[in-house]
Structures are given as structure tokens and as C-alpha cells.
């Protein structure tokens, strides 16, 4: 079973929509989880971390749900800006990142 | 904003080369890292450094590979000889302190072999 699954996508929708991604992680003694935002041949940038309580960034919202050791991304009211690959990432008990695959999401006029 | 500076951003060498990929981590940052990326997979982890010395390495990070920082600003990711399937981007990234801190990448180096 891999580290961390995502559903790879594309996910392709409207300017103004609210879109969701879902991760699930193996490894119940992962300590920290981020998303990040990777575009095409370009370097993955922090989009947020995610916090036990569930945080909010502007359009972003993360959830992190323990007991199902699932982790999750709404976008609400997608921009053209917001086309990219999006990477869930966990640590374990070092600061090593591990990667997801990436869940792409393309958003058209 | 400081960033993490790489150099080359794009390296093309034959196989059995030895190649130097250089990164300059933001100035106050402590924990350094690379990461590799194979076209169309996803980003792995190599090596994490901390003071003067290698913290973990993967199972990536084999004998071909040293890393090293020889002044107080570069850190360099050396492949002895290199091979067709060390073809991929190249990634540096920094951090100011571990417990939770995210990690900021540099624009990468694509190391081409042929």
C-alpha cells in the first residue's frame, strides 16, 4: 500500500466552483501534513499546512480526520490561477516529506 | 521573500559523469534537504542535513551520492557516476527548525544524462 494515495485526477471544472481532494495516508503514527501546490516542471510550494482542528486559508479550507487517517482540500470559488497539481504531504517521526502523487486540477472560463 | 536558490537549472552530462548540483538555502535556515523528482512520478525524498552532518538518507541516496557544505551559505548534491535513471529534477529545500516548520524548495535543476 502506498505511503500516501491520491487520487490523481484530472479534476476539471468552471471558474467559481468549489472543488474537493481527498488523501489517505498509511502510516497512523504520522505526525505532520501539509498541502502543497505544484505547477507544471515547477517546484512543489507550501498551500497550507493542516491542523487536528481543521484550518481555513481565504478560498482553502484542510480537514484532517485521524481516526481515518484521511486528509482532505476544498477550494471554494476556483480561479484560472488555481490549475496545478496538488500534493498531499505527511512526515512520520522525522522531518522527511512524503508525497503523494499529486491530484491535478484544471479549471476553465 | 527569501528563497532557495539552485544553479544549474539545467544540467545535461554523459553517463558515468560525475555532476555537482548547488543550492544556496535561506540564510537563517538550519535543516537542509534535496528531493528528487522522475518526470511524471512523484516527489521523493534523498537526504536531510543538519549540522554538518547527514540526519537521514533514503534508499535513493546510495554510495554514488555525497552531499556536502563547504561554506556557510552553499549546500551541493554530488552524483559520482552518474546513470541514465538519475535523469530527473532535482530539488533543494530548506527549513528554519523541525517540529512542524514547512520546508521551502528552490526552483529546482533538471540533470539531463545521456
Known amino acids: 500500500r502506498k505511503e500516501v494515495e491520491q487520487d490523481p485526477g484530472p479534476f476539471n471544472v468552471p471558474e467559481g466552483a468549489t472543488v474537493a481532494f481527498n488523501c489517505t495516508y498509511s502510516?497512523?503514527?504520522?505526525?505532520?501534513f501539509f498541502w502543497y501546490r505544484q505547477d507544471c516542471r515547477k517546484e512543489p510550494k507550501l498551500l497550507m499546512s493542516v491542523y487536528s482542528s481543521g484550518n481555513e486559508d481565504g478560498r482553502f479550507t484542510a480537514q484532517l480526520n485521524r481516526a481515518s487517517q484521511y486528509i482532505s482540500l476544498l477550494i471554494r470559488d476556483s480561479k484560472l490561477s488555481d490549475s496545478a497539481t496538488y500534493l498531499c504531504v505527511v512526515t512520520h517521526n522525522t522531518d522527511k516529506l512524503i508525497f503523494g502523487t499529486g491530484t491535478r486540477l484544471q479549471v476553465f472560463p | 521573500e527569501p528563497e532557495v536558490t539552485q544553479t544549474p537549472s539545467h544540467q545535461v552530462t554523459q553517463m558515468g559523469q560525475e555532476v555537482i548540483l548547488r543550492c544556496v538555502p535561506i540564510s537563517n535556515h538550519l535543516y537542509f534537504y534535496w528531493y528528487r523528482q522522475i518526470l511524471g512520478q512523484k516527489v521523493e525524498f534523498l537526504v536531510s542535513?543538519?549540522?554538518?552532518?547527514?540526519?537521514?538518507k533514503s534508499e535513493i541516496f546510495d554510495d554514488q551520492f555525497s552531499v556536502e557544505r563547504p561554506d556557510g551559505s552553499n549546500f551541493t548534491l554530488k552524483i559520482r557516476s552518474t546513470k541514465l535513471e538519475d535523469s530527473a529534477m532535482y530539488f533543494c529545500?530548506?527549513?528554519?527548525?523541525?517540529?512542524?516548520?514547512?520546508?521551502?524548495f528552490g526552483d529546482g535543476t533538471r540533470l539531463s544524462i545521456l
Open positions: 529545500a530548506s527549513s528554519v527548525q523541525l517540529s512542524n516548520q514547512p520546508q521551502h
Open positions: 502510516n497512523s503514527a504520522s505526525q505532520s
Open positions: 542535513f543538519y549540522n554538518n552532518e547527514i540526519s537521514e
